[in-house]
């Protein structure tokens, strides 16, 4: 059996994506910018597109900013707010431990250029809440940045009163949403959101799109100079195919975000169930405030990579925390900020499902993830020396 | 591409040498569960120095399973003397190569087999350079990637 369990990584195009961005490839293949019949279709399409978008977002079509992805909206983000923020002096912007590295590596970029990062402790389950922020929140904060869900444990952040927060304190809120677009609602006015960052491949939309809403009267800076492209914020030819199909997934999730949402977290709560019985694991992040398809578990006297090779020769393709898997030393910076200790955060595995999982689907993970996690710690001189006392159990 | 060659999957599927050795003559353990890999060697000689049995038991990714694996196949019926001139180099050549990121895990195989004969002189009263093992005092192989 082959089960796809890696939809926070990527998700497989919707035959509704595929079919607009083909449309869009056989005929508005002009360039947006051209004057001529052509090249006004495409910006036609682009313009129906960025409405679309905008709909699903709760906002107006010119607060729409097309981007290459979810890393460059975060970049342009946080790299607006800082710089009207330095114009007014203020130099401090407040983000968390476990955002994702397009959000925390802009921060260090902006640290070395003088500016103060406050990153807020996420807690045991993966949460924060707007105390902390009202708390954090100085005269000289120029920006707060919080994800509105996880893309490693899911959870899912308070992020209409965060947004409230920083609305009554007057400081701008950006939220990466790369993972909870099109999985959950999404309303930019409603949850005082200022800035917001999505990216096509997380809702069954195409790879190297997604988009930046920033409110009516936020000057964004440039990333990308160049032509006069998105209101001369954004340079370079607009990636039409790309953009009409990202809309199209859009706003098909959104349509069926309800349904799906009830689908998959049915299939969460049956695989979290049934993991959960292996001995000495646990759930990473908290159970219930967590997005539909995320299942994040820690397996003590294991490591992950090789998890996901033997899964993977099962058919069943996950992702881990591990450094192995990284390709760096330490192990997932999401999970150290929930505080697992390095020896069982290298023991991480993530399956993330979508509304196309199926029981069956799940019931073969369930059956493969124990078989392989004894098959490993019967291999391990760690999961020895545990069973043995001579080392204690952490999990 | 695929992420190892079909040699470092072959051995990752099917470890040869996994387990223990009850009466081991020595017994070497390297890494820390902290980094993410631990390999533990257990190796048995005959009268002449042979090594009559080796096993391994290793917590760490599909490349330090294999390599685990790969070593102590390639120790196996060998004097102490080759024992001890084997190079995780020998071992990434014997695996068809490793990604760049990975070789640490070679450097591993090759750290807790001669950990494991450190402690069969250890145990035996039998004297040696203490230079030969200077690379296992610390966490050296944290630091190759």
Redesign the interface.
């Known amino acids: 059996m082959k089960v796809y369990a890696d939809n926070a990584a990527t998700t497989k195009m919707s035959p509704t994506a595929i079919s607009a961005m083909v449309t869009a490839m056989e005929t508005t293949y002009g360039n947006p910018s051209s004057l001529y019949t052509i090249g006004q279709e495409a910006a036609e399409a682009l313009q129906a597109a960025r409405e679309t978008v905008a709909k699903c977002l709760g906002c107006e079509a010119r607060e729409i900013t097309f981007t290459s992805g979810g890393s460059e909206a975060d970049n342009q983000a946080i790299v607006s707010a800082a710089m009207l923020g330095q114009r007014r002096g203020k130099k401090h912007i407040i983000s968390t431990a476990f955002e994702h590295h397009a959000v925390l590596h802009t921060l260090d970029k902006l640290k070395k250029q003088g500016f103060e990062v406050e990153l807020l402790d996420v807690h045991e389950t993966g949460l924060i809440t707007p105390e902390q922020v009202a708390a954090a929140i100085r005269p000289d904060t120029c920006l707060v940045t919080i994800m509105y869900a996880n893309n490693e444990i899911g959870t899912i952040e308070p992020i209409a009163e965060i947004g409230a927060v920083c609305k009554e304190k007057g400081v701008l809120f950006h939220t990466d949403a790369v993972q909870a677009a099109g999985h959950l609602h999404i309303n930019v006015k409603e949850q005082n959101i200022d800035m917001l960052s999505l990216s096509g491949h997380k809702f069954h939309g195409p790879k190297g799109v997604g988009v930046l809403y920033a409110r009516r009267g936020i000057m964004l800076t440039n990333i990308i100079e160049g032509g006069a492209q998105e209101r001369g914020k954004r340079a370079g030819t607009e990636n039409v195919p790309g953009i009409v199909a990202m809309a199209a997934a859009l706003k098909e999730a959104c349509d069926n975000i309800d349904a799906n949402a009830a689908k998959v977290t049915a299939l969460r709560d049956r695989l979290i169930d049934g993991l959960s019985k292996i001995p000495h694991c646990a759930l990473n992040g908290d159970r219930v405030r967590r997005l539909p398809g995320n299942v994040n578990f820690c397996f003590e006297?294991?490591?992950?990579?090789?998890l996901l090779?033997?899964l993977d020769?099962k058919g069943i393709s996950a992702s881990s925390g591990?450094?192995?898997?990284s390709?760096s030393?330490d192990?997932s910076h999401v999970l150290l900020a929930i505080g697992r200790?390095?020896?069982v955060a290298?023991g991480s595995l993530r399956l993330s499902l979508c509304e196309e999982n199926t029981e069956e689907e799940v019931d073969y993970i369930l059956q493969a993830v124990p078989e392989v996690v004894q098959y490993l710690r019967?291999?391990?001189?760690?999961?020895?020396d545990l069973m043995e006392g001579k080392r204690q159990f952490i999990l | 591409m695929a992420l190892y060659s079909e040699k470092v999957m072959d051995h990752f599927l099917h470890p040869r040498n996994v387990g223990v050795i009850a009466d081991a003559d020595g017994v070497g353990e390297v890494g820390n569960a902290k980094c993410g890999d631990i390999m533990k060697i257990y190796l048995k000689f005959d009268e002449n120095q042979n090594v009559q049995d080796v096993k391994f038991e290793t917590f760490g990714c599909g490349s330090a399973i294999a390599s685990s694996s790969m070593a102590t196949e390639m120790i196996m019926g060998k004097p102490l003397s080759q024992v001890l001139e084997l190079t995780n180099k020998a071992v990434t050549e014997a695996l068809d190569g490793l990604p760049a990121h990975k070789l640490h895990c070679s450097v591993l195989a090759e750290e807790a087999i001669k950990a494991a004969v450190k402690d069969y002189y250890d145990k035996n009263g039998i004297e040696y350079d203490p230079a030969m093992f200077a690379q296992l005092e610390d966490c050296e192989n944290c630091d190759i990637h």
Do not use: F, K, Y
Not at chain 1, 301 to 306: L, V
Not at chain 1, 322 to 325: E, F, H, M
């Open positions: 006297g294991i490591e992950g990579e090789s090779l033997l020769q591990s450094a192995c898997t390709g030393l192990p200790v390095h020896d290298h019967n291999m391990s001189p760690v999961w020895r």
